[in-house]
Every structure is written in structure tokens, then in C-alpha cells.
């Protein structure tokens, strides 16, 4: 592994989850979440989230070392949920990145 990825590896990343309710209905995973809290295993930090006024979507962003973990996560909620998930950067990240292309 280079020295690189052995720093990256140790990075909280960033993800957006979009969730899509199965049905559009939202009314079962509202009441799970009442129930069950979110159910984010250690190593999964939420952020925050925004749902469509429709109720028919959720953006969620977390935050975690290792992705495998977001699919624990999802395995609690993938029979009311379609998930879509996007590593994403900060704006402050992107224009870093982008730096040297401009």
C-alpha cells in the first residue's frame, strides 16, 4: 500500500445517501426510526439529512472510514429503502483537487 492510500485510508470520507422509499410511502421508515433510532453501526457518524417535500426521498450525509460499514447499515432498512450511495468531497476539497487542472 503507498503512503497515499495508507493516509486516505485513515480519512473520515464522505457520503451522500440518497434513499428512495420504496412505494413512496415513508410512513414505515419514519416508524422504524421512532423504534429503532437510526441504526448506524460504530464507525458511521451522521451528519445530517433533507427529505423532498413529496416524502418521497431522504439525502443523508454521512461520514465513515470505511464504506463496507454503510453497507451494515443499509441492511437494516433495504426492505422499506433503495439506496444510492456517492462518495462526495467538500467544496473546500473539490477546489483543492481541482487545483492543478486549472
Known amino acids: 500500500m503507498s503512503k497515499e492510500t495508507e493516509s486516505d485510508s485513515r480519512l473520515e470520507k464522505l457520503y451522500m445517501v440518497v434513499e ?3 412505494n413512496g410511502d415513508a410512513v414505515p421508515v ?4 421512532r ?3 437510526r441504526m448506524l453501526p460504530d464507525g458511521v457518524r451522521y451528519l445530517s439529512s433533507w427529505v423532498d417535500r ?3 426521498r431522504c439525502y443523508q450525509l454521512l461520514e465513515s472510514r470505511d464504506c463496507a460499514l454503510l453497507d451494515e ?3 437494516h432498512w433495504d426492505d422499506l429503502i433503495d439506496f444510492e450511495v456517492h462518495p462526495v468531497l467538500t467544496s473546500k476539497e473539490a477546489v483543492e483537487a481541482i487545483a492543478t487542472r486549472l
Open 73 to 75: 447499515w443499509i441492511a
Open 30 to 33: 419514519y416508524r422504524r426510526f
Open 35 to 37: 423504534d429503532s433510532g
Open 54 to 56: 413529496k416524502f418521497e
Open 20 to 22: 428512495h422509499f420504496k
